[in-house]
C-alpha cells in the first residue's frame, strides 16, 4: 500500500531528483544554476556554503545544491552526499592549470559510498571564450573513458550564452532513477 501510495504520489506531483553542482571556485556552478532555473545569467558573489533552487522539467522535479568551491570549503560536500542521483561536475575549460586538481577532486567524489548510485555529468563549461578546452579534451585529461562504477556524460556548454545547458539536463531525464 505505501509503495503503490508512493506511486501515485509521484505521478501527480512530479517525481524529486537531487542533483548537486560541484566543481572548482570560479568555474560556473551558480551561473548554470540560475541559467536552467530562472534562464538568465545573474551577477554572481562567490557562494559560501550553498545555494538550492527547484527545477520542474517534464514532469520531474530536479533539486539542485550548488555548492562552495574554494579549497577551504570542499571538505563540507560530503555533508550534502545522501540521496543524490545527479553530480553535475562544472569545469571552467579556460582553467588548464586546475585539471589535475578537479581530476583529484572527482575520482574522490566518485569513490564516495555515498554516491555509488549517482550518476555523473561533466559540463565542460566557458566554451564561448576563446582556447578554451573543447569536451573531447577535457574529457581524456579527466580519463572519464575509465569509469566504469558510474553513468557518466560529458556536455560542452557556455553558462553565459546557455548552450549545450539544456542538452546535460535533457541527458539527466533520461537516465533518472526511479
Ligand atoms: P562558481 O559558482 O563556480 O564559483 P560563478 O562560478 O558562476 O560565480 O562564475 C564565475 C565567473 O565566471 C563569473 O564571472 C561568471 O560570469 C563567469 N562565467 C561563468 N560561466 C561562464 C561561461 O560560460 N562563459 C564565460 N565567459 N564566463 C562564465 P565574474 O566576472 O562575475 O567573476
Redesign the pocket.
Known amino acids: 500500500m505505501g509503495i503503490l501510495f508512493a506511486k501515485l504520489w509521484n505521478m501527480f506531483s512530479g517525481e524529486e531528483h537531487k542533483v548537486l553542482i560541484l566543481?572548482?571556485?570560479?568555474?560556473?556552478?551558480?551561473?548554470?544554476?540560475y541559467q536552467l532555473t530562472m534562464r538568465e545569467?545573474v551577477?554572481?558573489?562567490?557562494?559560501i556554503g550553498s545555494n538550492v533552487e527547484e527545477l520542474k522539467w517534464k514532469n520531474m522535479k530536479f533539486v539542485m545544491w550548488?555548492l562552495?568551491?574554494q579549497d577551504s570549503l570542499r571538505p563540507s560536500w560530503t555533508c550534502y552526499y545522501s540521496g543524490t542521483q545527479f553530480i553535475v561536475l562544472?569545469v571552467?575549460c579556460?582553467d588548464r592549470d586546475r585539471v589535475p586538481l578537479v581530476k583529484e577532486e572527482l575520482y574522490k567524489i566518485l569513490a564516495h559510498e555515498d554516491l555509488r548510485k549517482a550518476n555523473l555529468l561533466v559540463f565542460a563549461?566557458?566554451?564561448?571564450?576563446k582556447g578554451a578546452m573543447s569536451a573531447s579534451e577535457l574529457s581524456s585529461l579527466l580519463n572519464l573513458t575509465s569509469i566504469k562504477t558510474h553513468r557518466w556524460q560529458i556536455q560542452a556548454?557556455?553558462?553565459?550564452?546557455g548552450e549545450g545547458l539544456f542538452k546535460g539536463l535533457e541527458w539527466m531525464a533520461n537516465h533518472v532513477t526511479r
Open positions: 566543481g572548482l571556485d570560479n568555474a560556473g556552478k551558480t551561473t548554470i544554476l545569467v551577477h554572481t558573489t562567490p557562494t550548488d562552495a568551491g562544472v571552467d579556460m563549461n566557458k566554451q564561448d571564450l556548454c557556455s553558462a553565459l550564452t
